[in-house]
């Protein structure tokens, strides 16, 4: 049975043909019903969303299946019970499972009881679905993908640091990801980026400053400085001393990529904290068409994930 628990699931080919099949998805939304039945999905929330849960949702019904949006408050998967015994009651009733949590231990658990696929929609450690909207975006607006330099500048140890990090490395891109020395990569994630990276033609390269990360770039990207369940961190992440200031996406900043260079943030934003209102909102930000690719990617991913379940019988 094959998941999607980490960007590293899928071969750089298998990538790159969930991004063909995402782009053909766009063109015509429903021009495949995998999930013809309907055929249920649960799509299960730990932690707070907005464009998962409305693109998994949409996604799920357009494949002509039925999406079940299982609050984790009332689940509470792991206390109430354990997640071997969640995962035997869903395998019964479902034809994939989505989950967005804490521990990645947690999806890793789930997808060895599921026996159907299991989705990252975010732990602590990756976010892939998003990885695979923002290379879409990336692709369409510049055409290509491997070769490119994409930048992520902010707090380099999050989900979406260690997920460009391997995503990026999969699609053949030269990424940069940036941060204070107190906010790095976990360094196992930058070797497996960096052996991707040696297959793909792309490289992984980790920077503590911000303008030398974005020298040359064809891509720039930010994130929140405050991740879902860091919320206790706030004074310190976000306060007039944050580590991240001198990471913060502006025009200064911005000065230093390529001149046609575009600039992706996953959302929720922050305006002048790790990006301006003058960039998020500027002519370089494609932030919109990258929310909607979320739904392109994910139902080419639920679509890819599904042959494969077959083919296993
Ligand atoms: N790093 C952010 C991503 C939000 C989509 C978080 O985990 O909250």
């Known amino acids: 049975m094959r998941h999607f628990l980490r960007d590293d699931d899928l071969t750089p080919a298998e990538q790159s043909a969930v991004l063909d099949r995402a782009a053909a998805l766009k063109a015509d939304r429903f021009a495949e019903r995998p999930l013809e039945g309907p055929q249920g999905v649960a ?11 409305l693109s998994f949702s949409v996604g799920v019904a357009e494949l002509g299946g039925f999406p079940m949006v299982v609050d984790g408050n009332l689940a509470q998967i792991g206390t109430r019970e354990s997640i071997a015994d969640v995962a035997r009651v869903l395998r019964r009733q479902v034809s994939a499972v989505v989950w967005r949590t804490y521990g990645q231990d947690r999806i890793e658990d789930m997808a060895q009881y599921a026996g159907v696929p299991v989705v990252n929609a975010l732990t602590d450690d990756f976010h892939p ?4 909207a923002d290379l879409l975006t990336v692709r369409e607006h510049k055409g290509r993908l491997p070769g490119l330099t994409m930048t992520y500048v902010g707090d380099a140890a999050n989900n979406m640091a260690h997920s460009y990090l391997l995503g990026g490395a999969t699609a053949g891109l030269h ?3 940036a941060g204070p020395a107190t906010h790095q990569p976990d360094p196992r994630i930058v070797q497996r980026a960096a052996e991707i990276a040696s297959q793909t033609g792309g490289s992984a390269t980790v920077l503590d400053d911000a303008v030398e990360a974005v020298a040359g770039a064809d891509v720039v990207i930010t994130d929140t400085w405050m991740s879902m369940g860091q919320e206790q961190e706030a004074a310190e992440r976000k306060g007039a ?3 991240f200031a001198p990471f913060a996406v502006d025009q200064e900043l911005l000065a230093h990529a390529t001149d046609d260079a575009i600039v992706l943030h996953c959302l929720p934003a922050y305006r002048g904290f790790e990006i301006s209102a ?5 002519p370089r930000s494609v932030v919109w068409d990258e929310a909607e690719n979320r739904l392109h990617a994910q139902k080419a991913l639920l679509a890819f994930l599904l042959d494969r379940a077959r083919d296993d019988g």
């Not at 929330?45 to 464009?51: A, E, I, S, V, Y």
């Not at 679905?129 to 695979?132: F, G, K, M, N, S």
């Not at 003058?278 to 500027?282: M, Q």
């Open 278 to 282: 003058e960039v998020i909102d500027g």
């Open 175 to 177: 990424v940069r990801v």
């Open 43 to 53: 799509i299960i929330f730990d932690k707070p969303t907005l464009r998962t849960q």
């Open 241 to 243: 001393s944050s580590p």
């Open 129 to 132: 679905c998003q990885i695979l």
